[in-house]
């Protein structure tokens, strides 16, 4: 009996064993180089599969040895240094390439009909789950839920929306501009060095705080922060993800991202149930914040009696939404910004433009909307 129970347990393990083993070898062999063969007979390039690592190590190389060489002021090389691994592969394989990350493929893709084609057919090119480590909101949704955010959001940026946003941003601007200028002050030469980009990075996060969150802009900014962390730490994680399961352990960066998206969570919710009993009040929906829950009552209150169709969004989702605008936001525009900067020190007469054509509009006057419009020069420089 004891035999038969022996024979019986090792039976099971051996079985146990050989399945998780034939799974592991479908994942991280069998699958891949299966896609890879399709991609080859499709027309595309790209270096074979590499068992569990794919193109890592590559991409990292490549990126080291990038950072490795100086860095001329304006030089017109900048995006072999800031994209140099898709320069690597550029180089060894043309423009539609694929490479790996882990057992996983990406396909790189320039033609413009492939992009449209992919971008308009949501429903079978779905975002990968990879991103929603980084960005929450309509950029991780597919399919109908996608078409339903997108159509409450775009509501937030229509032009007389917009229009009501331009006093925050001058707001913003205003203090920046007056740190720069106490620093030219306190110099005794009547200039000085300046590091442009935290204030850049703080100016965006600013106005952003301030668009998305109005009367309640410095709770914004204390949510602001927490997802910069949130970024950081997902970003570490990220350098794990192609190893399974590893984002449901209990290690430090997990804990820490879980702590830092419920600290979030509580201080929108507060924000949140605050503004719903004041959206009645003056410039009640001036802000993102204010527009998607304003735009959540009136379509329920606006729907067909019997009508289950709904486009409400929950508490939760209008939450992933405001994050979402900060994500994409902020460091995306202080880059622009930078680089703006950067293009317009290197091109002396366009910034000669650019200064003499914003007198010619405001003169001394504080920023409108309807006048920026007129700013042609400017438009095409930035």
Request: hydrophobic content about 40%; some cysteine.
């Amino acid at each position: 009996m004891e035999v038969t129970v022996s024979s019986i347990v090792l039976s099971l393990a051996l079985v146990t064993f050989l399945t998780l083993a034939w799974k592991a070898l479908k994942l991280f062999w069998l699958r891949p180089k299966q896609i890879e063969r399709c991609l080859r007979e499709q027309g595309f390039k790209g270096n074979s599969y590499r068992f569990l690592y794919g193109d890592t190590k590559d991409y990292i190389s490549a990126i080291e040895e990038a950072r490795s060489k100086p860095m001329e002021a304006c030089d017109d090389t900048v995006g072999q240094r800031v994209m140099a691994f898709h320069r690597y592969f550029v180089d060894l394989h043309g423009k539609n390439y694929f490479n790996w990350l882990g057992p996983t493929p990406r396909l790189n893709i320039t033609d413009p009909k492939l992009v449209k084609e992919i971008l308009s057919n949501y429903e079978v090119f779905q975002k990968p789950t990879i991103t929603k480590l980084l960005l929450t909101g309509i950029f991780t949704y597919d399919s109908e839920k996608w078409a339903k955010h997108r159509k409450l959001v775009n509501l937030a940026f229509q032009i007389e929306k917009l229009k009501l946003m331009v006093p925050a941003m001058y707001s913003s601007c205003c203090q920046m501009i007056s740190k720069w200028e106490a620093l030219v002050y306190a110099s005794t030469k009547g200039s000085c060095k300046l590091d442009v980009w935290p204030y850049l990075s703080n100016l965006t996060g600013d106005v952003i705080s301030r668009t998305a969150f109005g009367s309640n802009y410095e709770e914004g900014k204390l949510i602001f922060q927490l997802l910069r962390e949130q970024n950081d730490f997902a970003l570490q994680r990220l350098q794990s993800s192609y190893i399974p399961g590893w984002r449901f352990l209990p290690t430090k960066t997990n804990k820490k991202l879980k702590k830092i998206y419920n600290e979030m969570g509580v201080l929108l919710h507060n924000i949140i149930n605050r503004r719903i009993g004041t959206l009645n009040g003056e410039d009640g929906d001036n802000d993102l914040l204010g527009i998607l829950l304003a735009t959540n009552l009136i379509d329920n209150d606006q729907r067909k009696p019997g009508n289950k169709k709904s486009i409400k969004l929950t508490i939760e989702e209008v939450i992933e939404e405001c994050k979402l605008f900060y994500q994409a936001g902020q460091e995306t525009t202080a880059d622009l910004l930078v680089w703006t900067m950067v293009l317009l020190s290197k091109n002396q007469k366009w910034q000669t433009l650019a200064r003499e054509e914003i007198l010619a509009v405001f003169g001394d006057n504080k920023p409108d909307f309807d006048r920026l419009n007129q700013l042609k020069t400017v438009s095409f420089s930035t």
